[in-house]
């Protein structure tokens, strides 16, 4: 808060009252009224000294609020980072596990595939095994019905 204008005119009409007092306090009755002209002082002293006070108190609260607020602001945005961090986070598990099961099913129709081919490789060695024994078949054995090898019209 800053001092408000009327909180500085108050001060001021203190001040000129305060030193009205003492010029009176320091007439031609100075003896009868000195210790009340030193305690005078004394208050006068004490609330110069409270009024100071207060400035920096008033100074200091404002000084607070605001690394209050500023912390308050940090907080909110660190919450907030956090937050995207999570989804984030989330997206990029959720990524993951897909990529696992892409992997996974890559994987099921690569073997597949490979017990598929040794499939065919065993049907072509078989193939290739009964062609050589045809080989040796005379022309009869090899058109006798029954024969793999016979011709069919």
């Known amino acids: 808060m800053a001092a408000s204008p009327e909180s500085a005119s108050a001060m001021e009409v203190l001040q000129k009252d305060y030193q009205d007092t003492i010029m ?50 940090n907080v909110q945005n660190a919450l907030s980072t956090a937050a995207e961090d999570q989804k984030q986070m989330e997206s990029l598990r959720q990524e993951i596990q897909n990529r696992e099961e892409q992997i996974e099913e890559t994987n099921r129709k690569e073997e597949q595939a490979k017990e598929t081919i040794s499939k065919r490789k065993n049907e072509i060695d078989d193939m290739i095994t009964r062609i050589e024994q045809g080989v040796g078949m005379s022309e009869e054995q090899e058109f006798q019905p029954g024969s793999d090898f016979t011709l069919r019209g």
């Open 24 to 73: 009176e306090l320091t007439g031609k009755k100075k003896e009868i009224v000195d210790p009340f002209r030193l305690e005078y002082e004394k208050l006068y002293k004490a609330l110069m000294r409270s009024h100071e006070a207060e400035k920096r108190l008033t100074k200091k609260i404002r000084d607070l609020n605001a690394e209050i607020s500023t912390s308050a602001q």
